[in-house]
């Protein structure tokens, strides 16, 4: 069974940092995309930030320069620093795992239960 755990969320100051964390059971991460997702109230699920198997990673225009994903792939985790953050950060942040379909299986993809970042003073 796949599980997807994230913890790192918490009330922060803007301007503040928190990392997030992403464990996974079930799956070899290193050969999954892995992302980080996002949803204010009243909007959509948005990207914010992937990396690939092959580490190329990709950023909302929004947390350019200020979001870093990583993974250690070791330790099955996925990171997502957050730096000098703003109100409009305030979300549920959600881990992901997606790997592409093969001529032999369907696409995989798993999400975790989330976990709030609120950015408030």
């Known amino acids: 069974q796949v599980q997807l755990v994230e913890s790192g969320g918490g009330l922060v100051q803007p301007g503040g940092s928190l990392r997030l964390s992403c464990t996974a059971s079930?799956?070899?991460?290193?050969?999954?995309?892995m992302g980080w997702y996002r949803q204010a109230p009243g909007k959509q699920r948005e990207l914010v930030a992937s990396?690939?198997?092959?580490?190329?990673?990709n950023y909302v225009d929004s947390v350019e320069d200020r979001f870093t994903i990583s993974r250690d792939n070791a330790q099955s985790t996925v990171y997502l620093q957050m730096n000098s953050l703003k109100p409009e950060d305030t979300a549920v942040y959600y881990c992901?795992?997606?790997?592409?379909?093969?001529?032999?299986?369907?696409?995989?993809?798993?999400w975790g239960q989330g976990t709030q970042v609120t950015v408030s003073s």
């Open positions: 992901n795992a997606d790997r592409a379909r093969t001529a032999w299986r369907p696409r995989l993809v798993y």
């Open positions: 079930g799956i070899t991460v290193s050969i999954y995309t």
């Open positions: 990396i690939t198997s092959d580490d190329r990673t």
